[in-house]
C-alpha cells in the first residue's frame, strides 16, 4: 500500500472534491501508476485530519471518474488515467452572426455569476441538502423560498408583502402567464400601453386574450386614454410597465400612477404590474402595487439584476387572489425548480444578489453614458438608468429601412413594429439593448454605426426603391 498524500491546502471547494482532483492530478502525472494500492480511508483520514466520510466521498468521485476501483476486502486501486471523454456539441447560442453586433435583445451581462453558481452548487453537495431540492415542491414554492422573495422585493424593488402572498415563478414570462391563467378569461379585453413588451403580446396569444393598447408619451400610458378604454370595453386587467417602461426605457411619474389606480379602482380593473427592470431606478417613484396592493398582482425576476438563465421570478398578490394563482401554477408547470430558487435565496440572504443588482446598475449608467455622447441627442429617448435604450429616428428614415441597413451594416436591433398592440402604426424608432454586447467596446463600435448610418442619406434612397 502507497504511502500517498495529497496536497489540498491551497485548494478550493469541498475537501472531497480536492482530495480527488488532487488523486486525478497525480495520475495524470504518472505519480500513481495503475494497480496502485491507495490508504485506507481510516489511514488517510488521520494524515488529512478529516472525516472518514469525506474519504469515503473523495474516493466515491474518484471512482465516477474512472480513476479508481474498489475490491472488497482488498482495498481501492488506481485503474489509471481515464480515456479521453468524446467531444460534446457545445451549448446553444442565440442565433447571431460572428460579425454582427447584437442590439436587439435586452440581455445584461454577468460577470461573476458562473463562479458564484458553482461555488454555490459545490456548497450546496457538501451540505447534504442538495437530494431534497430534486423532488417536487409546493405549487407556490418552498416557504423559505417564499420569504426570500419578499426580502428581495422589499429591498430591490420597493414592493411590500408577506412571504405566503409570493408565488416563485420560472421567471418574468413565467409569471405574466401565470398571472393573467388565474385572473382572466379567454375572450376577456387586456389593456396595456399601446407598445409593450412583446412577451405580452405571446401569453395574450396563447391564452385567447385581447389586447388592447393605450395611447403613451414620454411619461408612459396616458391615464386620461385608458379612461376612455376602461368606458369602452369594460377591460378585465390593466398589464403595465411603470418603471423603465420597455420599449421605450419611460418612468410614470408617482402622480400619473396615483390617477391610474383611481380610475382601476373605479372600473374594477386589476393591475398587473411588470417591475423587472425596476431595481435599475432606485429613485423612481415606488411601484404601484404599493399604492393599490389590493387590486395589484406584482411581478419581477432576477433575469435582469443577476442572470438570464437564471430563471427565477416572483409573483406577488393579494392573499385573496394566491389560491388561483398557485392552481394557475400547478397547471402550467407544477412549481418553479426549487434547485433554482435555493441559489436565488442564498444569494439574497448573504447579500451576493444586491452586489450582482449594483453591478448591473453601474453597468447600465456607464453603458447610457456612452450612447448619449456617441448619438444624436434629437434622436434619444428613455432614462438614462435604463438597459436598453429607445432611440427616435430623424426623417427621412423609416424604421424597417433602419433595421434593414444596420444589418447590412453589421449591427442588429430591434424595430418598432415589434412592440406594436393592434393595428395602429409603428413609430420610426427602434430599441438598443446596451447591455447585450461583451464590451463597452463593442458597444461603442455598434453605436458608431448607429450614428453614422444616421448621418446618411441612405434612408432617403431605400424609401423610392
Known amino acids: 500500500m502507497t504511502s500517498w498524500l495529497p496536497q489540498i491546502s491551497d485548494r478550493e471547494g469541498p475537501r472531497y472534491r480536492a482530495i480527488a482532483d488532487a488523486l486525478a492530478e497525480d495520475v495524470g502525472h504518472g505519480r500513481l501508476g495503475p494497480g496502485t494500492r491507495l490508504p485506507t480511508h481510516r489511514d488517510l483520514a488521520y494524515q488529512l485530519g478529516v472525516t472518514v466520510g469525506t474519504i469515503t466521498r473523495a474516493y466515491a468521485e474518484a471512482e465516477r471518474r474512472g480513476l479508481v476501483g474498489g475490491e472488497v476486502g482488498r482495498g481501492t486501486f488506481v485503474r489509471g488515467a481515464p480515456e479521453k471523454a468524446p467531444a460534446t456539441e457545445p451549448f446553444w447560442q442565440p442565433p447571431s452572426e460572428p460579425s454582427v453586433i447584437n442590439l436587439a435583445v435586452c440581455l445584461p451581462h454577468s460577470p461573476g455569476v458562473e463562479q458564484a453558481i458553482a461555488s454555490a452548487v459545490a456548497s450546496l453537495a457538501e451540505s447534504g441538502r442538495l437530494g431534497n431540492l430534486l423532488g417536487y415542491s409546493p405549487h407556490g414554492g418552498l416557504p423559505a423560498h417564499r420569504a426570500a422573495g419578499a426580502q428581495w422585493l422589499a429591498r430591490q424593488h420597493r414592493a411590500i408583502g408577506a412571504p405566503e402572498q409570493i408565488v416563485v415563478t420560472l421567471g418574468a414570462q413565467n409569471a405574466m402567464a401565470v398571472a393573467f391563467a388565474a385572473i382572466a378569461r379567454a375572450g376577456d379585453t387586456i389593456v396595456t400601453e399601446r407598445l409593450t413588451y412583446h412577451g405580452m403580446k405571446a401569453v395574450a396569444s396563447t391564452l385567447g386574450l385581447q389586447l388592447e393598447g393605450v395611447a403613451i408619451d414620454e411619461h408612459g400610458l396616458i391615464p386620461e386614454h385608458f379612461e376612455q378604454v376602461c368606458r369602452r370595453s369594460a377591460p378585465r386587467a390593466l398589464y403595465t410597465v411603470p418603471t423603465l417602461h420597455n420599449p421605450t426605457a419611460a418612468i410614470s411619474p408617482v402622480e400619473r400612477r396615483a ?205 423610392m426603391v
Open 259 to 463: 390617477e391610474i389606480v383611481e380610475i382601476a379602482r373605479h372600473y374594477d380593473v386589476t393591475i398587473v404590474e411588470d417591475d423587472v427592470f425596476g431595481f435599475l431606478a432606485p429613485n423612481a417613484p415606488p411601484p404601484i402595487q404599493t399604492m393599490a396592493p389590493d387590486i395589484t398582482v406584482y411581478l419581477t425576476s432576477l433575469s435582469k439584476s443577476i442572470a438570464a438563465g437564471l430563471r427565477v421570478g416572483y409573483l406577488l398578490a393579494p392573499l385573496s387572489v394566491i389560491p388561483r394563482v398557485e392552481a394557475a401554477m400547478r397547471a402550467l408547470q407544477y412549481s418553479a425548480p426549487p434547485l433554482l430558487a435555493e441559489l436565488a435565496s442564498r444569494w439574497i440572504l448573504d447579500g451576493s444578489a444586491d452586489r450582482f443588482a449594483q453591478t448591473q446598475r453601474t453597468e447600465a449608467l456607464a453603458r447610457q453614458a456612452l450612447a448619449r455622447d456617441l448619438l444624436p441627442p434629437a434622436t434619444v429617448g428613455g432614462d438614462a438608468a435604463a438597459q436598453h435604450l429607445w432611440l427616435n429616428l430623424p426623417e427621412p428614415w423609416r424604421r424597417e429601412d433602419f433595421v434593414h441597413e444596420l444589418r447590412r451594416r453589421g449591427v442588429s436591433v430591434t424595430g418598432a413594429d415589434a412592440f406594436v398592440v393592434g393595428r395602429v402604426s409603428a413609430p420610426h424608432a427602434v430599441r438598443l439593448g446596451l447591455c447585450m454586447p461583451r464590451s463597452r467596446e463593442e458597444l461603442a463600435h455598434g453605436l458608431g454605426i448607429i450614428a453614422a448610418t444616421l448621418d446618411t442619406h441612405v434612408g432617403a434612397g431605400l424609401m
